[in-house]
């Protein structure tokens, strides 16, 4: 885990002013914001991306295309595009990144990581080919495109299949809501 410095944030997800490193700020569980970024194609898929092995959290698990910590002095979206940049090689702009909300994820582990991200999420749409992307090895195990009904199917059995992060599944299903409203399906 790279220990870059991070903006803290208050409870109810407001910037107080002090910076923390990432290891102390998932220590002491201090409130902070994450940029989440995902992907889908004009044909209805969304592409997931599968967590390296080597990740802390929820290793080799599927889940938002590119995610990560928003670094002291970025605004949500610069931190949204250099993820993008880092996790895949891929170039967006802001004004492709449509803002859907933010949502709260307060969650504790056993090994001694306490999160307390705000997640701030985006939809855009994926413009090249998924063999255009090269995905960052340190990050991400595998990418891939699912459509709209397996995306459900895996989703309606995340409690055995081991696929997706059982615990978002209220936050997986109002992504997938909104990029179907998106492209008008």
């Excluded at 802390?56 to 990560?68: C, R």
Aim: glycine share 6%; net charge negative.
């Amino acid at each position: 885990m790279a220990d870059e410095l991070i903006d803290i944030a208050n409870k109810k997800g407001q910037f107080t002013g002090d910076v923390a490193l990432k290891s102390e700020v998932h220590k002491k569980g201090l409130y902070h914001h994450t940029a989440h970024v995902w992907l889908y194609t004009l044909e209805g898929e969304i592409l997931l991306q599968q967590r390296a092995k080597t990740k802390a959290i929820h290793p080799l698990l599927w889940d938002v295309s590119v995610a990560g910590h928003v670094d002291s002095g970025e605004t949500i979206k610069q931190g949204a595009l250099r993820e993008m940049k880092e996790e895949l090689g891929y170039d967006l702009e802001e004004s492709d990144l449509i803002k859907i909300g933010v949502f709260d994820c307060f969650k504790s582990y056993d090994f001694g990581i306490i999160d307390n991200e705000f997640h701030n999420t985006y939809i855009a749409e994926l413009k090249v080919p998924i063999s255009q992307l090269t995905p960052c090895k340190t990050e991400v195990e595998a990418i891939k495109l699912v459509n709209f009904k397996t995306f459900e199917n895996l989703l309606s059995q995340s409690k055995t299949n081991l696929h997706f992060i059982e615990s978002n599944k209220a936050y997986y299903l109002t992504v997938l809501k909104t990029i179907k409203q998106q492209l008008a399906l």
